[in-house]
T-cell receptor, first 107, second 114 residues
Framework: GIQVEQSPPDLILQEGANSTLRCNFSDSVNNLQWFHQNPWGQLINLFY???GTKQNGRLSATTVATERYSLLYISSSQTTDSGVYFC?????????FGGGTRLMVKP | DTEVTQTPKHLVMGMTNKKSLKCEQH?????MYWYKQKAKKPPELMFVYSYEKLSINESVPSRFSPECPNSSLLNLHLHALQPEDSALYLC?????????????FGPGTRLTVL
């Protein structure tokens, strides 16, 4: 089946640090989304990014569809960035989440 | 209105009970989804409705029965569940089904089966 792999699985940062989260997918992609799941379970949309680069404040994302990966950059991390970050690949009727990156930002 | 709502937030039920989860959106979206998420795991797709018709059923046991009465509402009827069905159930919607459509998720219903 289609594989979506995220790395690293766990990440601990000191407040103010920068980080890069990666999402690799084994097949072509029509749509790639990044989400942040807060401690209460709510999935918050970060980026809808099938290709190219987007920025939103301290966050930015890049998808290189031809090389089958996407990156999420978090700069100047804050404690409120803690939680689980998921990428989700959408190709036709195949909707697949990666395993997630669990981020803890320490004050 | 740019949100997906789900009720109830929490649900505890016995294995012989019948209950329903409800999901609603008023964004004019025509595709709606049910996902199941176990602790420390990613969400897994259960069902997709497109234009009020079931388009994807990911081999979900029949004790889960989805229903889409209209374009704004999605229900998940639960009957004779097992303790291993305890999970966070997430609803999502998108403008239409298929590729290239941004999904928006509700806050989820946390289900415990005793």
């Amino acid at each position: 089946g289609i594989q979506v792999e995220q790395s690293p699985p766990d990440l601990i940062l000191q407040e103010g640090a920068n980080s890069t989260l990666r999402c690799n997918f084994s097949d072509s992609v029509n749509n790639l989304q990044w989400f942040h799941q807060n401690p209460w379970g709510q999935l918050i949309n970060l980026f809808y990014i099938p290709s190219g680069t987007k920025q939103n404040g301290r966050l930015s994302a890049t998808t290189v569809a031809t090389e089958r990966y996407s990156l999420l950059y978090i700069s100047s991390s804050q404690t409120t960035d803690s939680g689980v970050y998921f990428c989700e690949r959408n190709a036709g009727n195949m909707l697949t989440f990666g395993g997630g990156t669990r981020l803890m930002v320490k004050p | 209105d740019t949100e997906v709502t789900q009720t109830p937030k929490h649900l505890v039920m016995g294995m012989t009970n019948k209950k329903s989860l409800k999901c609603e959106q008023h964004m004019g979206h025509r595709a709606m989804y049910w996902y199941k998420q176990k602790a420390k795991k990613p969400p897994e797709l259960m069902f997709v409705y497109s234009y009020e018709k079931l388009s994807i059923n990911e081999s979900v046991p029949s004790r889960f029965s989805p229903e889409c009465p209209n374009s704004s509402l999605l229900n998940l009827h639960l009957h004779a569940l097992q303790p291993e069905d305890s999970a966070l159930y997430l609803c999502a919607s998108s403008l239409i089904g298929g590729p290239g459509n941004e999904q928006f998720f509700g806050p989820g219903t946390r289900l415990t089966v005793l």
